[in-house]
């Protein structure tokens, strides 16, 4: 399994799959990160945390930890 946190920086991935529940989950997708939407990987800190996207149009930052959440192909 693929996740956002393994996609390289400059490179575009496909969402397949949210992982997580509650209120993690409402989180990411209340950033836009749904089922099919495409994610290019900006930035990544020096640490690996945060990580910044461009998700339809707009540029984020979300941590690791919820990247991890996010499968990817």
Same mark, same amino acid.
């Given at each position: 399994?693929?996740?956002?946190? #393994?996609? &390289?920086?400059?490179?575009? &991935?496909?969402?397949?799959? +949210?992982?997580?529940?509650?209120? $993690?989950?409402?989180?990411?997708? #209340? ?6 939407? #495409?994610?290019? $990987?900006?930035? $990544?800190? !020096?640490?690996? #945390? !945060?990580?910044? +996207? ?10 690791? &930890?919820? &990247?991890? +959440?996010?499968? $990817?192909?």
């Amino acid at each position: 399994m693929k996740t956002l946190k #393994d996609v &390289a920086i400059g490179q575009t &991935a496909k969402v397949v799959k +949210l992982h997580g529940e509650g209120a $993690v989950k409402r989180r990411i997708m #209340d950033m836009g990160i749904t089922k099919g939407t #495409d994610v290019f $990987v900006r930035k $990544v800190a !020096p640490l690996g #945390d !945060p990580i910044e +996207l461009k998700v339809r149009g707009y540029e984020l930052s979300i941590r690791k &930890a919820d &990247a991890e +959440l996010i499968e $990817v192909e």
